[in-house]
C-alpha cells in the first residue's frame, strides 16, 4: 500500500514485542519496488519463480562480499555455504516492519524453499532454517 488509506478493510495488524499492536506501515512513492504486505500466496509464487530462475534480477542471488567463513552477501540476499545446514547452501532473505517479520529460504540445488510471514515482531529466521532442515533430505 502506497500510504494507510490503501490498506484493504481488514488488513491485518502487526503485534510489537511489547504485546501491543504496531501502526501499519506503508512505503509511499517505494511501495512499486517491494511493498510491505504480501499473502502466503504471493511469497510462495514468488519462491517458486526464484527457484525456476524466471525472476528478473538473479543475479542478485548470487554471494558477491564474503562477510564470514561462510557467508557472502548479494544484494540483499545472504549466501550461506556449509553454514546454517552442514554441507548445503542456503540462500535466506529476511525482513522486519513495525509488528511484522518475514524470511524466506531457498536452497537451489534441492528445488526447496521455505517461507514464513509473521505478524509479530521477533524474528522468525531461526525458524525458517529449522523448517528447510526437515525436509526429509
Do not use: C
Not at 30 to 36: F, H, K, L
Not at 42 to 59: E, H, K, W
Amino acid at each position: 500500500p502506497e500510504t494507510a488509506a490503501n490498506l484493504p478493510a481488514g488488513s491485518p495488524l502487526g503485534t510489537k514485542s511489547s504485546g501491543g499492536y504496531a501502526a501499519a506501515w506503508n512505503m509511499n512513492g517505494y511501495a512499486p519496488s517491494g511493498g510491505v504486505r504480501m499473502s502466503i500466496a504471493d511469497i510462495a509464487s514468488y519462491a517458486r519463480q526464484l527457484l525456476q530462475s524466471t525472476v528478473p534480477g538473479m543475479d542478485a542471488l548470487n554471494g558477491k562480499v564474503q562477510i564470514a567463513t561462510n557467508i557472502s552477501q548479494g544484494y540483499a540476499w545472504e549466501v550461506h555455504t556449509n553454514d546454517l545446514i552442514a554441507g548445503r547452501t542456503l540462500i535466506a532473505k529476511n525482513g522486519q516492519t513495525g509488528g511484522f517479520s518475514s524470511v524466506i529460504v531457498l536452497d537451489r540445488t534441492r528445488g526447496t524453499a521455505v517461507a514464513i510471514l509473521s505478524n509479530t515482531a521477533v524474528s522468525v529466521d531461526n525458524e525458517g532454517v529449522s523448517l528447510m532442515n526437515t525436509d526429509g533430505k
